[in-house]
Protein backbone atom coordinates (compact mmCIF):
# COMPACT_ATOMS: atom_id res chain seq x y z
CA UNK A 1 0.00 0.00 0.00
CA UNK A 2 1.32 3.47 -1.02
CA UNK A 3 1.16 5.58 1.80
CA UNK A 4 3.88 8.31 0.51
CA UNK A 5 0.53 11.31 0.67
CA UNK A 6 1.29 10.76 4.33
CA UNK A 7 5.11 10.92 4.89
CA UNK A 8 4.97 7.60 5.39
CA UNK A 9 7.65 5.44 3.16
CA UNK A 10 7.40 2.17 5.10
CA UNK A 11 7.73 -0.93 2.90
CA UNK A 12 5.92 -3.25 5.11
CA UNK A 13 2.42 -2.28 5.30
CA UNK A 14 -0.42 -4.66 6.15
CA UNK A 15 -3.96 -2.64 5.62
CA UNK A 16 -7.21 -4.12 7.39
CA UNK A 17 -6.41 -7.73 8.13
CA UNK A 18 -9.02 -10.28 9.37
CA UNK A 19 -8.94 -10.64 13.14
CA UNK A 20 -7.17 -14.11 12.70
CA UNK A 21 -4.40 -12.29 11.32
CA UNK A 22 -4.40 -9.37 13.88
CA UNK A 23 -4.31 -11.99 16.71
CA UNK A 24 -0.88 -13.66 15.20
CA UNK A 25 0.74 -10.08 14.90
CA UNK A 26 -0.03 -9.59 18.35
CA UNK A 27 0.75 -12.55 19.66
CA UNK A 28 4.22 -12.34 17.46
CA UNK A 29 5.00 -8.57 18.38
CA UNK A 30 2.80 -7.15 21.31
CA UNK A 31 4.52 -8.24 24.67
CA UNK A 32 2.24 -9.30 27.41
CA UNK A 33 -0.58 -10.38 25.03
CA UNK A 34 -2.29 -13.77 25.45
CA UNK A 35 -5.87 -15.74 25.01
CA UNK A 36 -8.09 -16.06 26.84
CA UNK A 37 -10.17 -19.32 27.68
CA UNK A 38 -13.57 -17.49 25.95
CA UNK A 39 -11.30 -16.59 22.91
CA UNK A 40 -10.84 -12.64 23.57
CA UNK A 41 -6.98 -11.10 23.00
CA UNK A 42 -5.65 -9.56 26.46
CA UNK A 43 -3.18 -6.76 25.73
CA UNK A 44 -1.75 -4.48 28.06
CA UNK A 45 -1.63 -0.83 26.85
CA UNK A 46 1.15 0.34 28.26
CA UNK A 47 2.53 2.86 31.35
CA UNK A 48 -0.89 4.69 30.75
CA UNK A 49 -4.04 2.76 31.13
CA UNK A 50 -6.25 5.41 30.41
CA UNK A 51 -6.42 8.91 28.18
CA UNK A 52 -4.28 11.90 29.11
CA UNK A 53 -6.80 14.53 28.65
CA UNK A 54 -4.06 17.45 30.17
CA UNK A 55 -1.73 16.27 27.21
CA UNK A 56 -4.64 17.12 24.54
CA UNK A 57 -3.71 19.42 22.06
CA UNK A 58 -6.40 21.28 19.14
CA UNK A 59 -4.30 23.21 16.47
CA UNK A 60 -4.92 26.88 16.20
CA UNK A 61 -5.27 27.31 13.11
CA UNK A 62 -7.48 30.35 10.97
CA UNK A 63 -10.75 28.27 10.22
CA UNK A 64 -11.58 26.91 13.05
CA UNK A 65 -9.41 29.49 16.03
CA UNK A 66 -13.11 31.29 16.42
CA UNK A 67 -14.97 28.12 16.67
CA UNK A 68 -13.44 26.00 19.34
CA UNK A 69 -14.26 26.08 23.28
CA UNK A 70 -10.53 26.64 24.18
CA UNK A 71 -9.43 26.36 27.92
CA UNK A 72 -8.86 23.54 29.65
CA UNK A 73 -10.41 20.46 27.40
CA UNK A 74 -9.25 22.27 24.05
CA UNK A 75 -5.78 23.43 24.89
CA UNK A 76 -4.49 25.50 21.85
CA UNK A 77 -1.38 24.48 20.11
CA UNK A 78 0.43 26.76 17.21
CA UNK A 79 0.64 25.12 13.70
CA UNK A 80 4.43 24.95 14.04
CA UNK A 81 4.74 22.69 17.09
CA UNK A 82 2.23 20.19 15.17
CA UNK A 83 4.37 19.85 12.36
CA UNK A 84 7.14 19.25 14.49
CA UNK A 85 5.36 16.36 16.49
CA UNK A 86 3.70 15.04 13.11
CA UNK A 87 7.56 14.89 11.66
CA UNK A 88 8.81 13.37 14.65
CA UNK A 89 5.61 10.86 14.52
CA UNK A 90 6.25 9.97 10.86
CA UNK A 91 10.04 9.95 11.12
CA UNK A 92 9.49 7.25 13.60
CA UNK A 93 6.93 5.00 11.62
CA UNK A 94 9.34 5.15 8.92
CA UNK A 95 11.89 2.93 11.39
CA UNK A 96 9.47 0.47 11.95
CA UNK A 97 9.65 -3.03 10.24
CA UNK A 98 5.99 -3.31 9.95
CA UNK A 99 2.69 -1.07 10.13
CA UNK A 100 -0.96 -1.66 10.86
CA UNK A 101 -3.57 0.75 8.49
CA UNK A 102 -7.12 0.29 9.02
CA UNK A 103 -9.60 1.96 6.76
CA UNK A 104 -12.91 2.18 8.56
CA UNK A 105 -15.93 4.64 9.00
CA UNK A 106 -17.29 7.09 11.97
CA UNK A 107 -21.16 7.48 11.52
CA UNK A 108 -23.97 4.89 10.02
CA UNK A 109 -25.04 7.05 8.19
CA UNK A 110 -24.18 7.47 4.89
CA UNK A 111 -24.79 11.05 4.45
CA UNK A 112 -23.01 11.93 7.53
CA UNK A 113 -19.83 9.30 7.81
CA UNK A 114 -16.24 9.97 7.83
CA UNK A 115 -13.85 8.09 5.76
CA UNK A 116 -11.01 7.25 8.81
CA UNK A 117 -7.09 5.71 8.13
CA UNK A 118 -5.47 5.04 11.46
CA UNK A 119 -1.89 4.24 10.55
CA UNK A 120 0.12 2.60 14.37
CA UNK A 121 2.83 0.55 14.86
CA UNK A 122 1.34 -1.97 17.50
CA UNK A 123 -1.55 -4.29 15.47
CA UNK A 124 -3.04 -4.14 19.25
CA UNK A 125 -4.31 -0.53 18.12
CA UNK A 126 -5.48 -1.87 14.55
CA UNK A 127 -7.77 -4.45 16.21
CA UNK A 128 -8.87 -2.07 18.39
CA UNK A 129 -9.85 0.33 15.66
CA UNK A 130 -11.31 -2.49 13.56
CA UNK A 131 -13.89 -2.97 16.23
CA UNK A 132 -14.91 0.46 16.96
CA UNK A 133 -15.13 1.99 13.36
CA UNK A 134 -16.98 0.84 10.96
CA UNK A 135 -15.99 -2.30 9.02
CA UNK A 136 -16.27 -1.21 5.42
CA UNK A 137 -17.23 -4.46 3.38
CA UNK A 138 -14.43 -5.54 0.11
CA UNK A 139 -15.95 -3.39 -1.84
CA UNK A 140 -16.35 -0.69 -0.04
CA UNK A 141 -12.43 -0.94 0.88
CA UNK A 142 -11.42 -1.14 -2.50
CA UNK A 143 -12.96 1.95 -3.26
CA UNK A 144 -12.06 3.66 -0.34
CA UNK A 145 -9.96 6.54 -1.92
CA UNK A 146 -8.41 9.22 0.13
CA UNK A 147 -9.37 9.14 3.57
CA UNK A 148 -11.19 12.22 5.33
CA UNK A 149 -9.02 11.95 8.64
CA UNK A 150 -5.86 10.52 9.36
CA UNK A 151 -4.75 8.94 12.76
CA UNK A 152 -0.82 9.05 12.91
CA UNK A 153 -0.31 6.14 16.14
CA UNK A 154 3.53 6.52 17.23
CA UNK A 155 2.38 6.26 20.72
CA UNK A 156 5.50 4.14 21.78
CA UNK A 157 7.93 7.02 20.75
CA UNK A 158 7.90 10.33 23.34
CA UNK A 159 7.05 13.44 22.69
CA UNK A 160 9.83 16.46 23.04
CA UNK A 161 8.65 17.74 26.56
CA UNK A 162 11.07 20.33 25.68
CA UNK A 163 9.27 21.78 22.93
CA UNK A 164 7.01 24.61 22.90
CA UNK A 165 3.47 23.68 24.78
CA UNK A 166 4.11 20.10 25.69
CA UNK A 167 3.65 19.25 29.26
CA UNK A 168 4.70 15.52 29.19
CA UNK A 169 6.60 13.14 27.41
CA UNK A 170 3.03 12.15 25.70
CA UNK A 171 0.84 14.71 22.82
CA UNK A 172 -2.28 14.15 21.43
CA UNK A 173 -2.57 16.70 18.92
CA UNK A 174 -5.63 17.24 16.63
CA UNK A 175 -5.56 19.84 13.25
CA UNK A 176 -9.33 20.09 12.13
CA UNK A 177 -8.06 22.21 8.92
CA UNK A 178 -5.77 19.56 8.10
CA UNK A 179 -8.06 16.82 9.61
CA UNK A 180 -5.46 14.74 11.11
CA UNK A 181 -4.10 13.94 14.75
CA UNK A 182 -0.96 12.73 15.65
CA UNK A 183 -0.73 10.70 19.10
CA UNK A 184 2.69 10.40 20.81
CA UNK A 185 3.93 8.98 24.42
CA UNK A 186 0.71 6.91 24.86
CA UNK A 187 -0.26 3.51 24.12
CA UNK A 188 -3.39 3.51 24.82
CA UNK A 189 -5.95 2.72 22.61
CA UNK A 190 -8.99 4.90 23.73
CA UNK A 191 -7.11 8.19 22.74
CA UNK A 192 -7.97 7.12 19.13
CA UNK A 193 -11.96 6.28 19.35
CA UNK A 194 -11.98 9.59 21.34
CA UNK A 195 -10.08 11.22 19.24
CA UNK A 196 -12.49 10.50 16.17
CA UNK A 197 -15.44 11.46 18.92
CA UNK A 198 -13.97 14.98 19.37
CA UNK A 199 -13.76 15.44 15.45
CA UNK A 200 -17.42 14.56 14.82
CA UNK A 201 -18.38 16.78 17.55
CA UNK A 202 -16.52 19.63 15.43
CA UNK A 203 -17.98 18.58 11.92
CA UNK A 204 -21.30 17.33 12.81
CA UNK A 205 -23.01 20.62 14.52
CA UNK A 206 -21.94 22.43 10.99
CA UNK A 207 -24.61 20.61 9.49
CA UNK A 208 -26.92 20.69 12.24
CA UNK A 209 -26.60 17.34 13.63
CA UNK A 210 -25.88 16.57 17.51
CA UNK A 211 -23.09 14.15 18.28
CA UNK A 212 -23.91 13.04 21.63
CA UNK A 213 -22.03 11.14 24.28
CA UNK A 214 -24.60 8.53 24.78
CA UNK A 215 -26.15 4.89 24.28
CA UNK A 216 -28.85 4.33 22.21
CA UNK A 217 -31.23 1.16 22.17
CA UNK A 218 -34.78 0.46 20.25
CA UNK A 219 -37.90 -1.66 21.52
CA UNK A 220 -40.41 -2.72 18.94
CA UNK A 221 -39.59 -0.27 16.21
CA UNK A 222 -37.96 2.92 15.09
CA UNK A 223 -40.77 4.77 17.01
CA UNK A 224 -39.61 3.23 20.54
CA UNK A 225 -36.21 4.49 20.88
CA UNK A 226 -34.15 5.74 24.56
CA UNK A 227 -30.88 7.78 24.64
CA UNK A 228 -29.18 7.21 27.80
CA UNK A 229 -26.41 10.19 28.60
CA UNK A 230 -24.22 9.35 31.67
CA UNK A 231 -20.75 9.68 32.58
CA UNK A 232 -18.12 6.73 33.32
CA UNK A 233 -19.78 4.32 35.86
CA UNK A 234 -23.29 5.43 35.92
CA UNK A 235 -24.36 2.39 33.47
CA UNK A 236 -24.60 3.70 30.08
CA UNK A 237 -23.41 1.21 28.67
CA UNK A 238 -25.14 -1.57 31.39
CA UNK A 239 -28.47 -0.36 31.11
CA UNK A 240 -28.57 0.31 27.00
CA UNK A 241 -27.76 -3.63 26.94
CA UNK A 242 -31.11 -4.68 27.06
CA UNK A 243 -32.04 -8.24 26.15
CA UNK A 244 -35.70 -7.16 25.51
CA UNK A 245 -34.34 -4.09 23.09
CA UNK A 246 -31.93 -3.77 20.02
CA UNK A 247 -28.95 -2.00 20.84
CA UNK A 248 -27.84 0.73 18.81
CA UNK A 249 -24.97 1.41 20.38
CA UNK A 250 -23.50 1.96 23.47
CA UNK A 251 -21.17 5.47 23.45
CA UNK A 252 -21.11 7.67 21.00
CA UNK A 253 -24.56 8.38 18.35
CA UNK A 254 -26.10 11.77 16.30
CA UNK A 255 -29.39 12.69 16.09
CA UNK A 256 -29.77 14.31 12.56
CA UNK A 257 -33.37 15.04 11.04
CA UNK A 258 -33.44 11.49 10.07
CA UNK A 259 -33.60 10.02 13.90
CA UNK A 260 -30.03 8.80 15.74
CA UNK A 261 -27.19 6.80 13.81
CA UNK A 262 -24.41 4.90 16.13
CA UNK A 263 -21.13 6.75 15.24
CA UNK A 264 -19.05 3.22 15.80
CA UNK A 265 -19.06 -0.12 14.49
CA UNK A 266 -18.00 -1.81 18.34
CA UNK A 267 -18.57 -1.17 22.05
CA UNK A 268 -16.07 -0.36 24.58
CA UNK A 269 -17.23 -1.86 28.05
CA UNK A 270 -15.63 -1.41 31.59
CA UNK A 271 -15.24 -5.17 32.84
CA UNK A 272 -14.42 -4.11 36.39
CA UNK A 273 -15.86 -6.58 38.23
CA UNK A 274 -18.36 -7.64 35.13
CA UNK A 275 -20.01 -10.91 35.95
CA UNK A 276 -22.70 -13.02 33.75
CA UNK A 277 -24.93 -12.77 36.33
CA UNK A 278 -25.29 -9.04 36.31
CA UNK A 279 -24.50 -7.58 32.54
CA UNK A 280 -24.89 -11.30 30.62
CA UNK A 281 -24.84 -9.24 27.43
CA UNK A 282 -21.47 -7.85 28.21
CA UNK A 283 -20.38 -10.94 29.60
CA UNK A 284 -21.47 -12.40 26.48
CA UNK A 285 -19.88 -10.56 23.75
CA UNK A 286 -16.12 -11.19 25.50
CA UNK A 287 -15.64 -13.73 22.75
CA UNK A 288 -12.91 -14.72 19.58
CA UNK A 289 -12.44 -10.98 18.38
CA UNK A 290 -12.66 -9.15 21.48
CA UNK A 291 -9.46 -7.25 22.84
CA UNK A 292 -9.22 -7.09 26.39
CA UNK A 293 -7.09 -4.44 28.12
CA UNK A 294 -5.28 -4.70 31.24
CA UNK A 295 -7.02 -7.38 32.65
CA UNK A 296 -5.04 -9.91 35.05
CA UNK A 297 -6.17 -14.04 33.94
CA UNK A 298 -4.46 -17.15 35.45
CA UNK A 299 -1.65 -18.15 33.83
CA UNK A 300 -2.76 -21.66 33.44
CA UNK A 301 -6.51 -22.28 32.70
CA UNK A 302 -6.05 -18.27 31.03
CA UNK A 303 -9.66 -17.58 32.76
CA UNK A 304 -9.75 -13.51 33.44
CA UNK A 305 -10.27 -12.15 37.37
CA UNK A 306 -12.51 -9.01 36.61
CA UNK A 307 -12.28 -8.11 40.11
CA UNK A 308 -8.48 -7.81 39.84
CA UNK A 309 -7.78 -4.62 39.52
CA UNK A 310 -4.14 -4.51 40.51
CA UNK A 311 -2.73 -3.04 37.18
CA UNK A 312 -6.12 -0.87 37.03
CA UNK A 313 -9.55 -0.27 37.40
CA UNK A 314 -10.18 1.16 33.99
CA UNK A 315 -9.90 -2.86 32.54
CA UNK A 316 -12.17 -2.51 29.36
CA UNK A 317 -12.89 -4.80 26.26
CA UNK A 318 -13.44 -3.08 22.46
CA UNK A 319 -15.93 -5.77 20.43
CA UNK A 320 -17.60 -5.32 17.02
CA UNK A 321 -21.37 -4.98 17.85
CA UNK A 322 -22.37 -7.71 16.32
CA UNK A 323 -21.01 -9.69 19.40
CA UNK A 324 -24.00 -8.24 21.45
CA UNK A 325 -26.62 -10.89 20.13
CA UNK A 326 -29.48 -7.98 19.71
CA UNK A 327 -27.68 -5.11 18.36
CA UNK A 328 -29.88 -3.63 15.27
CA UNK A 329 -27.69 -3.57 12.14
CA UNK A 330 -27.28 -0.96 10.38
CA UNK A 331 -27.18 0.97 13.84
CA UNK A 332 -30.01 3.30 12.88
CA UNK A 333 -33.09 3.99 14.24
CA UNK A 334 -35.85 7.00 14.95
CA UNK A 335 -36.35 10.06 17.01
CA UNK A 336 -36.59 9.20 20.69
CA UNK A 337 -39.33 9.12 22.41
CA UNK A 338 -37.44 8.90 25.92
CA UNK A 339 -34.00 10.77 27.34
CA UNK A 340 -32.88 9.68 29.81
CA UNK A 341 -29.59 10.87 32.03
CA UNK A 342 -28.06 8.92 34.16
CA UNK A 343 -26.10 9.68 37.48
CA UNK A 344 -23.98 8.66 40.05
CA UNK A 345 -24.69 10.77 43.20
CA UNK A 346 -22.90 9.78 45.87
CA UNK A 347 -24.38 12.04 48.24
CA UNK A 348 -27.55 9.95 48.59
CA UNK A 349 -29.71 13.31 47.81
CA UNK A 350 -31.20 12.60 44.17
CA UNK A 351 -34.31 10.03 43.77
CA UNK A 352 -33.82 7.03 41.89
CA UNK A 353 -36.13 8.65 39.32
CA UNK A 354 -37.02 12.25 38.39
CA UNK A 355 -38.66 14.05 35.39
CA UNK A 356 -37.52 16.70 34.26
CA UNK A 357 -39.12 19.91 32.33
CA UNK A 358 -37.76 20.96 29.04
CA UNK A 359 -35.77 24.25 31.16
CA UNK A 360 -34.86 21.76 33.71
CA UNK A 361 -33.41 19.35 30.99
CA UNK A 362 -31.28 21.55 29.62
CA UNK A 363 -29.80 22.82 33.06
CA UNK A 364 -28.57 19.24 33.78
CA UNK A 365 -27.08 18.44 30.40
CA UNK A 366 -25.26 21.71 30.24
CA UNK A 367 -24.24 20.41 33.90
CA UNK A 368 -23.82 17.05 33.29
CA UNK A 369 -23.32 15.64 37.07
CA UNK A 370 -21.97 12.17 38.75
CA UNK A 371 -19.89 12.14 41.97
CA UNK A 372 -16.69 10.40 42.82
CA UNK A 373 -16.49 8.63 46.27
CA UNK A 374 -14.22 8.41 48.70
CA UNK A 375 -10.92 6.02 48.06
CA UNK A 376 -11.12 6.84 43.94
CA UNK A 377 -8.77 9.11 44.25
CA UNK A 378 -6.01 10.23 46.64
CA UNK A 379 -7.31 13.19 49.29
CA UNK A 380 -10.70 12.31 48.91
CA UNK A 381 -12.27 11.65 51.68
CA UNK A 382 -16.44 12.53 51.15
CA UNK A 383 -18.58 12.61 48.17
CA UNK A 384 -16.86 14.30 45.37
CA UNK A 385 -19.07 16.15 42.93
CA UNK A 386 -17.94 15.93 39.28
CA UNK A 387 -19.60 18.24 36.34
CA UNK A 388 -18.91 17.50 32.68
CA UNK A 389 -20.30 19.59 30.22
CA UNK A 390 -23.11 17.64 27.71
CA UNK A 391 -22.42 14.38 29.72
CA UNK A 392 -18.90 14.83 27.78
CA UNK A 393 -16.89 17.86 28.63
CA UNK A 394 -13.70 16.12 27.26
CA UNK A 395 -15.06 15.53 23.95
CA UNK A 396 -16.94 18.42 23.13
CA UNK A 397 -15.33 20.92 20.55
CA UNK A 398 -17.56 23.74 20.27
CA UNK A 399 -19.08 26.17 23.67
CA UNK A 400 -21.10 23.72 25.61
CA UNK A 401 -24.33 26.13 24.44
CA UNK A 402 -23.97 24.92 21.03
CA UNK A 403 -24.86 21.43 21.61
CA UNK A 404 -27.55 22.20 24.39
CA UNK A 405 -29.59 24.49 21.96
CA UNK A 406 -29.20 21.75 19.53
CA UNK A 407 -30.66 19.50 22.00
CA UNK A 408 -33.49 21.36 22.84
CA UNK A 409 -34.75 22.42 19.47
CA UNK A 410 -34.45 18.26 18.82
CA UNK A 411 -36.20 17.66 22.16
CA UNK A 412 -39.19 20.35 21.33
CA UNK A 413 -39.65 19.03 17.97
CA UNK A 414 -40.11 15.46 18.22
CA UNK A 415 -41.66 15.94 21.80
CA UNK A 416 -39.12 13.53 24.14
CA UNK A 417 -39.96 12.57 27.47
CA UNK A 418 -36.12 13.40 29.89
CA UNK A 419 -35.34 11.68 32.89
CA UNK A 420 -33.09 11.84 35.19
CA UNK A 421 -31.70 8.33 36.97
CA UNK A 422 -29.72 8.12 39.65
CA UNK A 423 -27.47 4.48 39.59
CA UNK A 424 -25.23 6.02 43.13
CA UNK A 425 -26.76 5.55 46.34
CA UNK A 426 -29.45 5.81 48.64
CA UNK A 427 -30.80 5.96 52.06
CA UNK A 428 -27.25 8.54 52.83
CA UNK A 429 -24.30 8.96 51.91
CA UNK A 430 -20.93 7.50 50.97
CA UNK A 431 -20.08 5.12 54.21
CA UNK A 432 -23.67 5.20 55.27
CA UNK A 433 -25.71 4.71 51.99
CA UNK A 434 -26.36 1.88 49.70
CA UNK A 435 -26.44 1.64 46.11
CA UNK A 436 -29.37 1.53 44.76
CA UNK A 437 -29.82 -1.91 43.11
CA UNK A 438 -29.52 -2.85 39.74
CA UNK A 439 -32.96 -4.35 39.36
CA UNK A 440 -34.75 -1.41 40.66
CA UNK A 441 -32.77 0.45 38.18
CA UNK A 442 -33.79 -1.52 35.60
CA UNK A 443 -37.52 -1.52 36.95
CA UNK A 444 -37.35 1.97 36.50
CA UNK A 445 -35.94 2.08 32.68
CA UNK A 446 -38.67 -0.49 32.15
CA UNK A 447 -41.47 1.44 33.17
CA UNK A 448 -40.19 4.65 31.61
CA UNK A 449 -39.91 2.15 28.06
CA UNK A 450 -43.17 1.30 28.91
CA UNK A 451 -45.00 4.50 29.52
CA UNK A 452 -46.04 3.48 32.93
CA UNK A 453 -44.10 6.68 34.60
CA UNK A 454 -45.99 9.32 32.14
CA UNK A 455 -48.87 9.08 33.98
CA UNK A 456 -48.21 8.67 37.98
CA UNK A 457 -48.50 10.70 40.93
CA UNK A 458 -45.14 13.08 41.80
CA UNK A 459 -44.02 15.00 44.65
CA UNK A 460 -41.65 17.65 43.45
CA UNK A 461 -38.75 17.63 44.87
CA UNK A 462 -37.96 21.00 47.04
CA UNK A 463 -34.30 21.81 46.19
CA UNK A 464 -33.91 21.06 42.72
CA UNK A 465 -37.79 21.09 41.89
CA UNK A 466 -37.96 18.00 39.66
CA UNK A 467 -41.09 15.95 39.97
CA UNK A 468 -40.28 12.53 41.84
CA UNK A 469 -43.00 9.64 40.83
CA UNK A 470 -44.14 8.10 44.06
CA UNK A 471 -45.17 4.45 42.40
CA UNK A 472 -43.41 2.46 40.13
CA UNK A 473 -43.53 -1.07 38.89
CA UNK A 474 -40.72 -3.36 40.38
CA UNK A 475 -39.51 -0.49 42.77
CA UNK A 476 -40.42 -0.51 46.49
CA UNK A 477 -42.04 2.80 46.66
CA UNK A 478 -39.76 4.03 49.87
CA UNK A 479 -36.81 4.33 47.89
CA UNK A 480 -38.38 7.14 45.60
CA UNK A 481 -38.32 9.89 47.82
CA UNK A 482 -34.56 9.77 48.73
CA UNK A 483 -35.48 12.28 52.22
CA UNK A 484 -37.38 9.14 53.53
CA UNK A 485 -34.59 7.09 53.58
CA UNK A 486 -32.22 8.54 55.48
CA UNK A 487 -32.56 8.13 59.42
CA UNK A 488 -32.29 12.12 59.78
CA UNK A 489 -34.63 14.40 57.83
CA UNK A 490 -32.24 17.24 58.67
CA UNK A 491 -29.30 15.82 57.91
CA UNK A 492 -30.87 15.16 54.36
CA UNK A 493 -32.16 18.83 54.05
CA UNK A 494 -28.79 20.13 54.92
CA UNK A 495 -26.90 17.41 52.50
CA UNK A 496 -29.14 18.54 50.15
CA UNK A 497 -28.37 22.22 50.13
CA UNK A 498 -24.86 21.36 49.95
CA UNK A 499 -25.45 19.51 46.81
CA UNK A 500 -27.64 22.30 45.34
CA UNK A 501 -25.01 25.02 45.64
CA UNK A 502 -22.15 22.75 44.20
CA UNK A 503 -24.50 23.03 40.87
CA UNK A 504 -25.28 26.55 41.34
CA UNK A 505 -21.53 27.20 41.38
CA UNK A 506 -20.75 25.12 38.46
CA UNK A 507 -23.16 26.50 36.40
CA UNK A 508 -22.04 30.14 36.86
CA UNK A 509 -19.59 29.58 34.43
CA UNK A 510 -22.50 29.05 31.55
CA UNK A 511 -24.81 31.96 33.02
CA UNK A 512 -24.52 34.28 30.46
CA UNK A 513 -24.60 31.98 27.71
CA UNK A 514 -28.00 31.09 29.42
CA UNK A 515 -31.55 31.90 29.03
CA UNK A 516 -33.39 33.09 32.52
CA UNK A 517 -35.69 30.46 32.05
CA UNK A 518 -32.79 27.49 31.73
CA UNK A 519 -30.76 29.22 35.27
CA UNK A 520 -34.06 29.73 37.22
CA UNK A 521 -34.74 25.40 36.77
CA UNK A 522 -31.50 24.88 38.58
CA UNK A 523 -32.15 24.33 42.61
CA UNK A 524 -33.45 26.34 44.63
CA UNK A 525 -31.25 25.99 48.04
CA UNK A 526 -32.92 29.20 49.71
CA UNK A 527 -36.79 28.49 49.53
CA UNK A 528 -36.71 31.35 46.40
CA UNK A 529 -36.29 31.66 42.72
CA UNK A 530 -32.10 31.69 42.10
Not at 102 to 108: K, Q
Not at 151 to 178: C, E, H, L, W
Not at 396 to 408: C, F, M, Q
Amino acid sequence: MDLTQHKITAKNIIRNPSPSRFYEEVIKYDPGSAITNKGALVVRSGERTGRSPADKRVITTEGIKDDIWWGNINIPLDEHTFKINHQRATDYLNTRERLYVLDGFAGWNPEHRLKVRIIAERPYHGLFMHNMLIRPTKEQLANFGEPDFVVYNAGKFPANKFTAGMTSDASVDINFDRREMVILGTEYAGEMKKGIFTVMNYLMPKKDVLPMHCSANEGNDSSDVALFFGLSGTGKTTLSADSDRKLIGDDEHCWSDKGIFNIEGGCYAKTIDLSKEKEPEIYSAIKFGTVLENVVYDQDTREVDYEDTSITVNTRASYPIEHISNAKIPCETGHPGNIIFLTYDAFGILSPVSKLTPEQAMYHFISGYTAKVAGTEMGVTEPKATFSACFGAAFLAWPPARYAELLAEKIRRHNANVWLVNTGLTGGPYGVGSRIDLKNTRSIIDAIHSGKLDHVTTEKDQVFGVEIPTECPGVPSEILLPRSTWDNAEDYDAQAKKLGNLFIENFAQYKEESSEDIYKAGPNVEGTAN
